[in-house]
């Protein structure tokens, strides 16, 4: 009875010793099935891979957030320039009509100051980081410096900024632009600036003088100029921020994509976890309770 009561026990507290190693194992496969990379060589290498993938495009999507909040802000900005020469060419229609007066044309000049001021600090505008968005790369500073006139009113500028655009990396050969060249942006085809033909038309209403076919003829042309240039920007500005949010759901999809791979490759199935951990801790206690059967058969014979 002796050999055969310890030979059970063995079997017994090694039955016991496994379903207790099972039921910690698999409690430690209860979120990841691969630990280690000898668990599966294969599988751990296209973890890595799918890993460093989802780190890189996780960088280029908080870029594309980046770039289009800045580019949202720049095509407001240029949205608002975009109105100031509307009221710029209308103000022009009516000032260069021949009926009116001079009176008249002083109070044209009042507004166009009113419209060289909104211009002005347009220009300058800043981003929400606190970068002077048309300055180029020079973006510590304001884009534009004004000289003013004993009245107080702008009578001059100059471009302070660069034509150096700053970018930013937002995917694999794909960059976005963070600043602009105020220069360009603030000026027509022929690459005269809206502050010149503001000053001008200005100077000339605040006269009181009259213009003649051919003045009026070139005055509006050129106020019309300023006009379809910033319609032109504000659309191309518009397009980028659409290219933006394009990537940024381009890697949204992506996310979804490499991850449900990578939880396929690296997570545990966690129903057939719960079930293996609710069967071995079965079975761990099957084999207490034999023994302890075993062990009462055994103080029932000795106390005999």
Known sequence: MRISTNLLFRNMASSISKNMDRTVEAQNNTYYKIHRAGDNPAAESQIMLLQSTISINA????????????????????????????????LTEKAINGTTNAEDKRVFAKNLNEIIEQVALTANSKSYTGDYVF??????SPAFSFTRNSDGNIAGFKYE???IQKKIVIGTNLNSKISYDGSNLFSNKDGVSIFSGLIELRDKLEKGES??????TKLK???????????????????GVERINTSIKRYESLDISYSTQLSMLQDSDFAQVTVDIAKFKNMTKSSIS???TVLKMSDDILSM
């Not at 300055?135 to 510590?140: K, Y």
């Open 59 to 90: 960088s280029y999507s908080e870029s594309a957030k980046y770039a289009t909040t800045l580019a949202n802000e720049t095509s407001a900005s240029l949205d608002t320039y975009k109105k100031s020469t509307e009221d710029y060419l209308a």
């Open 135 to 140: 300055a180029g790369n020079n973006s510590n």
């Open 161 to 163: 900024g660069n034509d």
């Open 211 to 216: 213009f003649s076919p051919e003045e009026a």
């Open 221 to 239: 042309a050129t106020a019309k100029s300023f006009n379809d240039e910033a319609i032109v920007k504000t659309t191309d500005i518009a397009i």
């Open 290 to 292: 034999i023994m302890q």
